[in-house]
């Protein structure tokens, strides 16, 4: 059973940075995808990023060149870097956790794939 535990949410100006933590355990970090989901408030819950266990990284469109994902397999912890922040980033970020093998590019996009998600921090951007 992973337990993942986010940490580093808060509320940052537009145009701030951020950067979250999700540290792991319970589990062998090395071999599963990791990544982060984001929900509004009154929406659906929508992926941001994510980490294959080979480090090849994804990112919705919406995030690409202002955020970073990084995993640290020592500390078997997961990063997220926000930056240029903007109030449409305002969410509950969600850290997820799961096993994907072989030539599967659009799991890495879908909720259904993480088996283990993380309680959500909040992150709040304003204008």
């Known amino acids: 059973q992973v337990q993942l535990v986010e940490s580093g949410g808060g509320l940052v100006q537009a145009g701030g940075s951020l950067r979250l933590s999700c540290a792991a355990s319970g589990g062998t970090f090395s071999s599963y995808a990791m990544g982060w989901f984001r929900q509004a408030p009154g929406k659906e819950r929508k992926f941001v990023t994510a980490i294959s266990s080979s480090r090849s990284t994804y990112f919705a469109d919406s995030v690409k060149g202002r955020f970073t994902i990084s995993r640290d397999n020592v500390k078997n912890t997961v990063y997220l870097q926000m930056n240029s922040l903007k109030a449409e980033d305002t969410a509950v970020y969600y850290c997820?956790?799961?096993?994907?093998?072989?030539?599967?590019?659009?799991?890495?996009?879908?909720?259904?794939?993480?088996?283990?998600w993380g309680q959500g921090t909040q992150v709040t951007v304003s204008s």
């Open positions: 997820v956790a799961g096993r994907i093998t072989g030539d599967s590019y659009f799991s890495y996009f879908k909720s259904a794939t993480y088996g283990y």
